[in-house]
């Protein structure tokens, strides 16, 4: 069985930092795009941060481009998402997702991935 399990959120005072793990079982993130996407109260989920499977090319939505970096280490088959400069509105609950066939670009991700992990909360206080 597939599992995804993601750690590492908690609350933050803004400007502050935090990194998210997500350790994959069943499934080897070197063969498969990631991501993470994340759900605010009374919001559709989004996509924050991808990477792909074929050349690691990442994407970043235009709400954390240049704060957030997302990155894996095949040797411990973990996702990260480092979070920096976070803000109030970044508050959510933060999933992590893996797909052996999205194509992930610099400007493209999807939601359709087949495989999440139960979500880990952020919070952000101003």
């Known amino acids: 069985d597939v599992q995804l399990q993601a750690s590492g959120g908690g609350s933050v005072q803004a400007g502050g930092s935090l990194t998210l793990s997500c350790e994959a079982s069943?499934?080897?993130?070197?063969?498969?795009?990631s991501g993470w996407f994340r759900q605010a109260p009374g919001k559709e989920r989004e996509i924050i941060a991808c990477?792909?499977?074929?050349?690691?090319?990442?994407y970043y939505s235009d709400s954390v481009r240049g704060r957030f970096t997302i990155s894996s280490d095949n040797a411990k088959n973990t996702l990260y998402l480092q979070m920096n400069s976070l803000k109030p509105e970044d508050t959510a609950v933060y999933y992590c997702?893996?797909?052996?066939?999205?194509?992930?670009?610099?400007?493209?991700?999807?939601?359709?991935?087949?495989?999440w992990g139960k979500g880990t909360q952020v919070t952000v206080s101003s």
């Open positions: 997702a893996a797909d052996p066939r999205v194509v992930v670009t610099t400007t493209r991700c999807a939601y359709g991935m087949d495989y």
């Open positions: 069943g499934l080897s993130f070197e063969n498969y795009a």
């Open positions: 990477i792909s499977r074929i050349d690691g090319a990442t």
